[in-house]
């Protein structure tokens, strides 16, 4: 049973492409990537999602692969300018020596009100930025 449904629950999907973009974020700081290196390295996240997300069009995943890439890209590129360096070299520090699951979860349970409505917000100026 897939996770995440395309045609029905697109913000959860954004917001765990964004979760995954973040972490990876804090995986690298201080060596972030270029945005032309963030994005060929979010290229490959729509095939590790696929097997848990219905609904794709088969045949026409382009809406389903810029849904993940671009909340990949943009919540990695937001690392470090909306958190602190104490505050990702603490994170980083717990993070780095789990599994990616289990650094998901810890990410999940942390996640603040504040955060949440980051990744809400987010979301939602990306379907403004998709209506233009």
Known sequence: MATYCFEEGRQELFIEAGVRGWITGILDFPRLKSEEECIAASEALPDELSPE???IPPGDDS???QLVTSAWCSFYLCVGSLTTERE???LKARL???TRS???????????DKGKQLFQDAYHRFQEALAT
């Open 96 to 98: 780095k020596s789990l």
């Open 53 to 55: 997300v219905c609904c």
């Open 102 to 112: 289990e650094a998901m979860r810890v990410v999940r349970f942390a996640t603040t």
């Open 88 to 90: 990702i070299t603490k």
């Open 63 to 65: 809406a389903y692969c």
